[in-house]
């Protein structure tokens, strides 16, 4: 019992560092589409990087079953000492997956607020661009059909047309 549980924790940090570097190469791709003019092919990912969420997502509480099922907290130091105990063959393997995992999610995190912060300024900039358009010709002085000097114009001229 124990054995295939240490197997299918191996097979789920395996798949799960794959996954999170796929997911990486997903945020790269994105930060530099939103740092492009193609700003389009931005959506075409939401699918992928939707699968790859619940697919890691599923993998999480994989990981997080096999710990609560052997009894020890979901940490490097608490797998440490289980496997450790156990006295199985491949611990500093599936050691190495657990850091490789957390570093690639870690790295995730940071792409993820980096992507964050450049749609956020994105928006602030369109929200600028936005009521620039809108006020353009809003209370500007402007000129009748006989020449006289008429008041402000209550409205921009987009809200005209």
Not at 75 to 86: D, N, W
Not at 105 to 117: C, F, M, V
Request: glycine letters at 6%; one cysteine or more; hydrophobic letters at 35%.
């Amino acid at each position: 019992m124990e054995t295939q549980l240490l197997t299918r924790l191996q097979e789920t940090l395996d798949a799960s560092v794959l996954l999170a570097q796929e997911f990486n190469e997903l945020l790269e791709k994105e930060k530099k589409q939103l740092t492009s003019k193609e700003l389009e092919s931005v959506t075409a990912l939401l699918h992928d990087k939707e699968k790859l969420t619940a697919l890691l997502t599923t993998h999480q509480q994989s990981i997080l079953g096999f710990c609560q099922t052997v009894g020890i907290d979901p940490s490097y130091g608490s797998l440490r000492s289980y496997l450790y105990r156990t006295g199985i063959e491949q611990a500093e393997h599936i050691l190495q997956d657990w850091t490789k995992l957390k570093n690639a999610l870690i790295k995730s995190q940071a792409l993820n607020k980096t992507n964050e912060a450049i749609l956020t300024e994105l928006m602030r900039r369109n929200k600028i661009k936005q009521t620039l358009i809108n006020n353009v010709g809003r209370y500007g002085n402007t000129y009748g059909r006989n020449g006289a000097k008429q008041a402000g114009q209550p409205l921009g001229w987009v809200e005209q047309v």
